[in-house]
């Protein structure tokens, strides 16, 4: 049962979009999957109190003070949000379950800055074999000087870009409703799917 985490200490830059969309691939594909969420906000519970009852289900995973509940049995799947500031003791109890890290980073020089110490202990980490870790970019388009500057650096710490992810309406539309692109028609989120391939592919593997 992977347990793969989003998370970055930056608040802003597409996490809970990014895990509730990714909860929403393992649905589609008929695994029983748990959305966690250790945000004081609960970005992620309030979007699946908007999902319809009739799509793929997703269910909340309860974490409140640190305490992770134990999901049920026959669970195959977790996707944990975390908050702005993740870090601490928070961020040493999460690493302790995660099979997975995937970082959503916007390509400015700010957001780098303000998460570079985080992403160097995640390397730390990755370089131990204590978790996989990824970088994902966040608004975005790919073969851009701003995607080959997030690739160099991210690249330099020993780390893979899993992908690129463009600045786009549709997520934001969709989350109104409780939806993820795997809930549309394929037609009409099609140039965002495509983008999620290689993602998905690295989040899948055991």
């Given at each position: 049962m992977?347990v793969?985490?989003?998370?970055?200490?930056?608040?802003?830059?597409?996490?809970?979009?990014?895990?509730?969309?990714?909860?929403?691939?393992?649905?589609?594909?008929?695994?029983?999957?748990?959305?966690?969420?250790?945000?004081?906000?609960?970005?992620?519970?309030?979007?699946?109190?908007?999902?319809?009852?009739?799509?793929?289900?997703?269910?909340?995973?309860?974490?409140?003070?640190?305490?992770?509940?134990?999901?049920?049995?026959?669970?195959?799947?977790?996707?944990?949000?975390?908050?702005?500031?993740?870090?601490?003791?928070?961020?040493?109890?999460?690493?302790?379950i995660?099979?997975?890290?995937?970082?959503?980073?916007?390509?400015?020089?700010?957001?780098?800055?303000?998460?570079?110490?985080?992403?160097?202990?995640?390397?730390?980490?990755?370089?131990?074999?204590?978790?996989?870790?990824?970088?994902?970019?966040?608004?975005v388009?790919?073969?851009?000087?701003?995607?080959?500057?997030?690739?160099?650096?991210?690249?330099?710490?020993?780390?893979?870009?899993?992908?690129?992810?463009?600045?786009?309406?549709?997520?934001?539309?969709?989350?109104?409703?409780?939806?993820?692109?795997?809930?549309?028609?394929?037609?009409?989120?099609?140039?965002?799917?495509?983008?999620?391939?290689?993602?998905?592919?690295?989040?899948?593997?055991?």
């Open positions: 992977p793969i985490v989003v998370a970055n200490p930056k608040g802003g830059v597409g996490k809970s979009t990014f895990a509730t969309n990714l909860a929403g691939y393992f649905a589609a594909q008929g695994h029983k999957v748990m959305l966690g969420d250790t945000d004081v906000q609960q970005s992620s519970r309030a979007w699946l109190a908007l999902r319809p009852q009739a799509l793929p289900e997703i269910r909340a995973w309860d974490i409140e003070d640190g305490h992770v509940a134990k999901p049920p049995k026959g669970t195959t799947h977790i996707v944990l949000d975390t908050p702005a500031g993740f870090g601490g003791k928070r961020f040493d109890k999460v690493m302790q995660a099979d997975k890290v995937i970082v959503p980073l916007q390509p400015s020089m700010f957001d780098i800055l303000a998460t570079q110490d985080f992403l160097e202990r995640l390397a730390e980490r990755k370089k131990k074999k204590q978790v996989d870790v990824g970088v994902l970019g966040m608004r388009h790919t073969r851009t000087r701003a995607a080959d500057q997030l690739q160099n650096y991210v690249e330099n710490l020993g780390l893979p870009v899993l992908g690129f992810i463009r600045d786009t309406q549709n997520y934001v539309q969709l989350a109104a409703h409780g939806r993820t692109l795997w809930d549309v028609p394929p037609g009409r989120v099609e140039k965002d799917i495509e983008q999620w391939q290689d993602v998905i592919r690295w989040a899948s593997r055991v």
